[in-house]
């Protein structure tokens, strides 16, 4: 495992719980989705202390996400990487609730390393547990253009920067071509109120580039949902 983009992944991940907890929400009450009017009209009366089964039962309850949808914002890297520049990547887009157990997203998506870049549109689906914390299953779709590098020595440019006009080895970044990437995903949400909920995963980017460019992503999504 890369260590450097999997502490990337962790940060960000941390920075999100941190502005959940300033931004008022209350990760360990049972009843913790009050803010939710849904939720909020089934248990507005808490179970009472020696009724055990409610309590635990109004913890994990998430049926409510039914017809939520949010906007969010998604990053994270690759690991297990194949070279010594990670590809790193970071998202924002929206994500809904048909039902209460399959979401749908939407999103754009910048990844890149030192060498090539990507930008494009991500869509994808999952199905989770309606629980609080909710592991999930799911597939996505990722199309876009990809920057890559083509030697540029013989151009009477100096492509690179570097004082040194075409010397032997000089390159320049284009847009070199279309991408498509499907990927299966797995990882867990976790409901941090009514509305707040945070979301680790992996996903294994199958890409048009031929099986030697595949890899694994390792990310994270913060989301505020609405009705
Ligand atoms: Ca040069
Ligand atoms: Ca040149």
């Known amino acids: 495992m890369n260590l450097s983009s999997l502490s990337v992944t962790l940060s960000q991940f941390s920075a999100f719980a941190l502005f959940f907890s300033f931004s008022g929400c209350h990760p360990f009450k049972s ?8 939720y909020a009209a089934k248990y507005h009366e808490g179970a009472e202390k020696e009724d055990v089964l409610g309590k635990v039962k109004q913890a994990v309850d998430a049926r409510h996400v039914k017809g939520l949808g949010g906007w969010f914002v998604s990053g994270g890297g690759q690991f297990l990487a194949k070279s010594d520049a990670p590809i790193v990547g970071a998202e924002v887009g929206y994500e809904c609730y048909p039902t209460s157990y399959y979401s749908q997203r939407i999103s754009g998506l910048l990844m890149s390393d030192s060498n090539q870049g990507f930008a494009g549109m991500d ?22 253009f990809s920057r890559g590098e083509i030697d540029s020595d013989r151009d009477g440019l100096d492509n690179d920067d570097d004082k040194a006009i075409d ?33 680790l995963y992996t996903r294994y980017f199958v890409t048009s580039e031929g099986r030697a460019q595949d890899q694994w992503v390792l990310g994270g999504q913060a989301t505020i949902f609405s009705r």
Do not use: C
Not at 31 to 38: P, V
Not at 123 to 144: D, H, K, W
């Open 123 to 144: 869509v994808g689906a999952r199905f989770q547990t309606p629980t609080r914390l909710a592991p999930f299953v799911g597939v996505g779709m990722y199309n876009g």
């Open 31 to 38: 009843r913790y989705a009050m803010d939710d009017r849904e």
């Open 167 to 199: 010397e032997e080895g000089e390159k320049k970044s284009i847009v070199d071509g279309y991408i498509l990437a499907v990927y299966p995903e797995f990882g867990a949400h976790f409901w941090l109120n009514g509305s707040g909920r945070i979301t």
